[in-house]
């Protein structure tokens, strides 16, 4: 398959590409259009996360560090260790649960309360709900949502300018000086601190809107199991890791070898499929099926595994629980399921989320 419709049918909907891939290659294969090896068992690619000594994130070509310097997800062993020791204290589950729940339902319940039939669930939604409570989270509350959006949205596009091979915009190194400026302004004690910020910025916005969105989808395109969840809401937890493992918020992570790895070679890109490892049919009896009962759903890599593993994942864990709950309530359904599908080659959400509601504010 040439290089250009590859990359076009990954980002549309690379599942089966991903499944012919595994069963024609095995756990490992070179992907010229991507320029890496590509991990697609989920048994090789804990191998790869476990091992920081072989396969590290600790390269220059790791754009992300160029624009926000050195921080947890550029660095390994025991920089790495010290530069995320302080958040992860942070972000513990227990911690997470008694300083951001009141938070968490209120701004959901404010949110959805706002949405009308037509409207687009994932901006106006999920989107704006990660935003919210990552704000918060940064000590950033009184700078506003809007103003620490246009700082991400700067720093998104030179992470992407800079992996496209293009030079760092103005825009982004701006964006960036001045999320540095207010988090300082706000308690910050140092750049090592502020750098890990903006990495927990990233990814409080970008995979947690993704994974509410991508829940939401999920259970709107699957009448059946949606029932289920409305009779047993018990079941929504488990919905939320069955989501995930079927539709990753990030759909790859990539490392870099440092050394021979069969057939890996030393200076190799190697980007891990979670999308394919979480369908593995080694792990998961019929894996492209959406289970809200499913007994192993939580053996999702949608999180990733390892000393990189999301320092956020319970706090984007309770944000699921709660959008969702809250959303759901109101009775929704898809304007357009096609429109809706998830969409993306790396980060992979819907385009849009158009919901009609049932309840009587609609």
């Known amino acids: 398959m040439a290089g250009a419709p590859l990359l076009d049918v990954l980002e549309r909907d690379p599942h089966s590409a991903l499944r012919e891939l595994r069963e024609r290659e095995g756990p490992v ?24 000594a072989t396969f590290t994130v600790q390269d220059e070509r790791f754009t992300t560090g160029r624009v926000v310097g050195p921080s947890m997800l550029t660095l390994d062993g025991a920089e790495h260790a010290r530069h995320r020791a302080p958040f992860a204290r942070r972000f513990r589950r227990a911690a997470v649960l008694e300083r951001f729940t009141p938070l968490v339902e209120d701004e959901a319940a404010r949110l959805a309360a706002g949405l009308s039939s037509g409207d687009d669930a994932r901006r106006g939604f999920a989107g704006p709900l990660a935003a919210a409570i990552v704000t918060h989270a940064l000590g950033l509350q009184d700078v506003g949502v809007e103003r620490v959006l246009g700082w991400y949205d700067a720093i998104v596009a030179a992470v992407t300018d800079l992996t496209a091979g293009r030079p760092m915009p103005r825009s982004g190194t701006e964006g ?22 903006a990495v927990l910025l990233f990814g409080g916005i970008e995979t947690t809107e993704g994974m509410i969105a991508n ?11 949606l029932a289920l969840v409305r009779a047993e809401p018990e079941l929504l937890a488990n919905a939320v890791e069955e ?15 440092t050394r021979d790895a069969a057939p890996i070679g030393t200076g190799d890109l190697v980007s891990v499929s979670i999308a394919a490892a979480n369908r593995d049919p080694a792990v998961f009896e019929d894996p492209d099926c959406f289970d809200v009962r499913r007994a192993n759903a939580k053996l999702h890599l949608a999180f990733a595994h390892g000393p990189h593993v999301c320092i956020g994942m319970h706090l984007a864990r309770l944000e699921a629980h709660v959008a969702l709950r809250v959303l759901l309530a109101r009775g929704p359904r898809l ?15 819907p385009p849009a989320l158009r919901v009609v509601f049932e309840d009587a504010h609609a």
């Open 335 to 349: 304007a357009d399921p096609e429109e809706a599908a998830p969409r993306g080659l790396v980060f992979r959400k």
């Open 176 to 197: 960036f000086a001045a999320l540095r400026e207010a988090l300082l302004a706000n308690g910050a004690p140092d750049d090592e601190w502020v750098s890990n910020a």
């Open 243 to 257: 989501s995930l493992r079927l539709e990753p918020a990030a759909a790859t992570i990539d490392r870099y070898a």
């Open 215 to 225: 829940a939401l989808w999920h259970l709107l395109t699957n009448p059946g199991q």
């Open 29 to 52: 294969a070179w992907v010229p259009a991507l320029g890496a090896w590509l991990v697609l068992e989920r048994a090789r690619a804990l191998e790869v996360m476990r091992d920081d």
